[in-house]
């Protein structure tokens, strides 16, 4: 792995492999259900996760089990019992700084443990006071862990705004690539795959935002989100050819074989591997589940386009083999993305041939100045009504 390993790496708090694991459980492969039904319990008691215990049990309608809830309750209670003394004996026989971890390492454990409503307001007082930039900052990008944790946008977006304020400031090297991390997370959360994978493929190799994610989750991240969204000579040289991605490909299902068929013109492997790609990588992916249609719709008219550039005309018999699909689905395929503007060609029923129709360079630039025109004319008419009136 050619990303740098820091010494003091961000803790996983909250850990977000608990909300891939919610995640799984609600709304993943029946396959996977089990699974992450047992591994979330067996963290929560671990860890002794008293809220997010309450908070599961009620939305999987679990047994409760009152014995458990009462344990791991009163173990907190003594956790939190230490802190308070902790910040009380700073209070009184150290300095600021001291305090200021004492309620930071407070705030850190409800965070922990899945107690929203305390951690924020813990977090909150802790903003009130003198603390160093540093330390804000990273109150803040903890703000979008547990954003990201809940699945609350809401606390996420406006965190990674102010952050961008923060870091601004004087932020150091580290937390300006963390921030990347970060916001590519987000953006691609909400379908900006462009936005995405540009800041992803900025941060290939200086990755170290562990408590996010996994290195090779990140790299398949930053390939998924850049075959939507970059041109093919793009993805050639930042994807294709990057020596960070090259390293772990081949540990990561069927994505390798998704990355080059496409570029390498292999049609029927590259829907082969989309189908893959859904299964493996879509259906398991909290951020990217919302958009799993509009990914495979987006790459296949990708793959047709690729195609249909390189002819005038061709029967639809050989784009079924070059796609390894029946005639049928490719008729009825091409027929919807045709209707609606994505593709420029037609499909000649009687003679079985699609005869492609992309316009010229000139012809797409007038197009372009009549429409703009059209545009500004109602504009115009619109404001002339106005001081008319």
Not at 48 to 68: H, R, S, T, W
Not at 256 to 278: G, V
Not at 309 to 322: H, I, N, W
Request: overall charge negative.
């Amino acid at each position: 792995m050619s990303a740098i390993i820091d010494d003091n790496q961000v803790p996983k708090i909250p850990d977000l492999s608990l909300a891939h694991h919610r995640f799984i459980i609600s709304q993943g492969p029946v396959e996977l259900k089990e699974d992450a039904k047992n591994q979330l319990f067996v963290t929560i008691k671990e860890k002794n996760m008293a809220p997010f215990y309450k908070i599961m049990v009620e939305e999987l309608q679990a047994p409760f089990d009152q014995g458990l809830y009462d344990t791991m309750v009163s173990k907190n209670e003594e956790e939190l019992k230490k802190f308070d003394a902790k910040a009380v004996d700073a209070e009184l026989n150290q300095g600021e700084t001291e305090i200021n971890e004492a309620f930071l390492s407070k705030a850190d454990y409800y965070a922990e443990i899945g107690d929203k409503e305390n951690a924020l307001i813990a977090y909150e007082n802790l903003l009130k006071r003198s603390i160093t930039l540093g330390t804000r900052i990273d109150i803040v990008f903890t703000f979008v862990r547990i954003g990201f944790f809940f699945g609350d946008n809401s606390l996420v977006r406006p965190n990674i705004e102010k952050l961008r304020e923060l870091i601004d400031q004087g932020g150091d090297w580290d937390r300006r690539n963390r921030l990347k991390v970060y916001e590519g997370v987000y953006r691609m959360s909400i379908r900006d795959f462009k936005g995405a994978s540009a800041l992803f493929l900025d941060t290939l190799s200086t990755f170290t935002s562990t408590e996010i994610m996994s290195y090779q989750d990140f790299v398949k991240y930053a390939v998924l989100t850049s075959l939507i969204s970059m041109k093919r000579v793009d993805i050639k040289k930042r994807v294709l050819d990057a020596p960070e991605i090259l390293e772990v490909i081949s540990e990561i299902p069927h994505l390798e074989d998704f990355m080059t068929s496409l570029h390498n013109c292999k049609y029927a492997q590259f829907f082969r591997s989309l189908a893959a790609i859904e299964q493996a990588h879509l259906r398991t992916s909290r951020y990217l589940l919302p958009h799993m249609r509009f990914y495979t719709r987006e790459m296949r008219i990708s793959a047709y386009a690729q195609l249909l550039e390189s002819y005038r005309s061709l029967t639809v018999t050989s784009m079924a083999q070059a796609f390894g699909m029946s005639e049928e689905y490719i008729d009825q395929d091409l027929y919807k993305f045709i209707a609606a503007g994505r593709l420029n060609c037609v499909i000649d029923k009687v003679n079985g041939i699609i005869e492609t129709n992309r316009p010229d360079a000139k012809n797409a630039q007038y197009q372009s100045v009549i429409k703009q025109g059209d545009l500004l004319l109602n504009r115009v008419q619109k404001l002339s009504r106005v001081i008319d009136v």
